[in-house]
């Protein structure tokens, strides 16, 4: 079972409204992903660290969205300006690294912008 | 991978019979495949994985699924299934950390009694 804490749950903002949600990978692993899972089940890649630096990021996420994973605190995914379209459930996910592939998931945080 | 297909948006079965789900992948190298469950209100859960080596790899549950480089292939199946099964499964793959997991749309498996 992963052990990747993702918080919170649920999270409802107005347009236009900041939204941030935090994530606790599994101890140890250094690599950490941030998913977008939209309505239609289609993944999108927002960024990725390891070792609290980035290692890709999308267009997107240089935009509006803004991440960081400090050592010794939990990651987080921030939206600075939230929009209808923005709602989805984002998941967080860790990995070993490069030893072993695995990528374990949390279960997410389901954003809903009103 | 560059790309992840999984044909099959739903899939309807009885409980105790046989279950497969196909996953074709497109990438100039064999990337690392992943299938993952979705319960509804979760998140993602790893039931197997492939890196190299015996094309049938066994994961949680019951569940195993075959590599085929020739087919560019890599099905789930699951010899008898239970009530419990229902959920939506996902074919990923992996070529490098940086460019991260690519995934199917999933196929929702319902299973009926």
Redesign the interface.
Same mark, same amino acid.
């Given at each position: 079972?992963?052990k990747?804490i993702?918080t919170p749950r649920y999270l409802v903002k107005g347009q236009g409204q900041k939204a941030k949600m935090r994530c606790i990978p599994e101890k140890g692993h250094p690599?950490v992903?941030w998913?977008q899972q939209n309505k239609?089940?289609?993944?999108k890649?927002l960024i990725?660290f390891?070792n609290q630096e980035v290692?890709?990021q999308i267009d997107m996420t240089e935009k509006r969205f803004s991440a960081e994973c400090p050592s010794n605190s939990p990651c987080s995914l921030e939206i600075q300006s939230s929009e209808a379209g923005d709602s989805a459930l984002y998941?967080c996910?860790s990995?070993p690294g490069?030893a072993n592939?695995?990528?374990?998931?949390?279960?997410?945080t389901?954003l809903t912008v009103v | 991978a560059q790309s992840v297909t999984q044909p099959d948006a739903r899939v309807t079965v009885s409980e105790g019979a046989s279950l497969q789900l196909r996953c074709k992948y497109s990438s100039s190298v064999t990337p690392?495949l992943?299938w993952?469950v979705q319960y509804p209100?979760?998140?993602?859960? #790893?039931l197997l994985?492939y890196?190299s080596g015996d094309p049938v790899v066994q994961g949680v549950n019951g569940f195993e699924a075959e590599f085929s480089k020739s087919n560019s292939s890599f099905h789930l199946r699951k010899a008898s299934v239970h009530w419990s099964d229902s959920a939506?499964y996902?074919c990923a793959g992996?070529n490098n950390?940086?460019?991260? #997991?690519t995934?199917g749309?999933?196929t929702r498996v319902s299973v009926f009694p």
């Open positions: 079972n992963s990747v993702q690599v992903f998913y239609n089940n289609e993944f890649f990725n390891q290692l890709q998941l996910a990995s490069q592939t695995e990528v374990f998931f949390g279960k997410g389901r | 690392y992943f993952y209100r979760q998140g993602l859960q #790893l994985k890196y939506v996902f992996l950390y940086a460019q991260g #997991l995934f749309l999933g």
